[in-house]
């Protein structure tokens, strides 16, 4: 299987900025793209970044120009530089990666157990 541990969240004022990490581990054949979702109270969970092995990037609207994801493939990690933060960026961030533990099993989706993420004055 393959595991993922975020860190890096906390309390941030607003228009102050934070930035996550993310490492994977344990079995891994290949993965194909890293990302962050996050999940307000009372929201549905959604998406705020992904980044490919092509380093090709995706971002909510909501976040373009203050967020950031990048990656660094040799230590499995992905990171999300989180700028001119918002209240409204309140969430628990979930680090995502997609891809295969091994040649015998299909590409999968595999999640961390998330870090809060509060802005406030």
């Known amino acids: 299987q393959m595991q993922l541990a975020e860190s890096g969240g906390g309390l941030a004022q607003p228009g102050g900025s934070l930035r996550l990490s993310c490492v994977a581990s344990?079995?891994?054949?290949?993965?194909?793209?890293m990302g962050w979702y996050r999940q307000a109270p009372g929201k549905q969970r959604e998406l705020v970044a992904t980044?490919?092995?092509?380093?090709?990037?995706k971002y909510a609207d909501s976040v373009k120009g203050r967020f950031a994801i990048s990656r660094d493939s040799a230590k499995k990690t992905v990171y999300l530089q989180m700028n001119s933060l918002k209240p409204e960026d309140t969430a628990i961030y979930y680090c995502?990666?997609?891809?295969?533990?091994?040649?015998?099993?299909?590409?999968?989706?595999?999640w961390g157990e998330g870090t809060l993420v509060t802005v406030s004055s």
């Open positions: 995502n990666a997609n891809g295969m533990v091994s040649p015998l099993f299909y590409d999968a989706d595999y």
């Open positions: 344990g079995s891994i054949f290949r993965i194909n793209s």
């Open positions: 980044i490919n092995v092509a380093d090709s990037t």
